[in-house]
């Protein structure tokens, strides 16, 4: 059996019109792209298949939660995610996806399978920069936080002022600035 086989649409039995597809995804469906940085994993996908006559038409629509490890404190915490994508799908003489929203496939194919960009549609939804949402508002009690607020470098003003007291030669530079 094919591990992405319900991700796979037959689309010459389908008749011209919408269909809708919809996809719950979980912690399994990344295991088998060997994708291990989500702790949990709770997306809906929804699809809109469009068959024109002589073209494709999709329409992805992502909601839900993926759990993952904050960056700074390593703490596991839902990231809420969104996002949608459309992509066309067109016929022509080999298979060709160089381009980001634009697929072409052989004349012959009656298939096509959607696990890939339901993949990289949620791996591209989750920001960058992933922070605890504790952290942003101050209520998150980590030991990490607390040993980076020990380590961070003491206050910068406190330091410009021993700094200009120990060193008279940013006075001279600062009186450049102020002889225009």
């Not at 037959?10 to 989500?38: C, N, R, S, T």
């Not at 980001?100 to 194919?109: A, F, Q």
């Not at 990289?120 to 040993?147: C, F, N, Q, W, Y």
Request: proline letters at 4%; one cysteine or more; charged letters at 35%.
């Amino acid at each position: 059996m094919k591990p992405f086989k319900e991700f796979t649409i037959p689309f010459v039995g389908l008749k011209l019109g919408k269909h809708h597809f919809d996809y719950q995804i979980d912690k399994a469906f990344f295991e088998l792209f060997e994708y291990d940085d989500f702790n949990d994993v709770n997306v809906e996908a929804k699809l809109v298949f469009d068959k024109k006559s002589t073209f494709l038409e999709l329409y992805f629509d992502i909601s839900g939660i993926v759990n993952v490890d904050c960056d700074l404190t390593n703490e596991p915490y839902d990231q809420g995610v969104e996002g949608d994508f459309k992509l066309v799908v067109k016929f022509g003489d080999e298979y060709n996806d160089e381009f980001e929203d634009i697929l072409i496939v052989p004349h012959g194919e009656y298939e096509i399978n959607v696990a890939q960009y339901i993949y990289e549609l949620i791996i591209l939804s989750v920001p960058a920069k992933r922070v605890h949402p504790g952290v942003e508002d101050g209520t998150l009690d980590s030991d990490m936080l607390k040993k980076l607020e020990e380590l961070s470098p003491k206050g910068s003003t406190e330091k410009d002022e021993t700094s200009e007291e120990t060193d008279p030669r940013w006075n001279i530079l600062k009186k450049l600035l102020t002889d225009k």
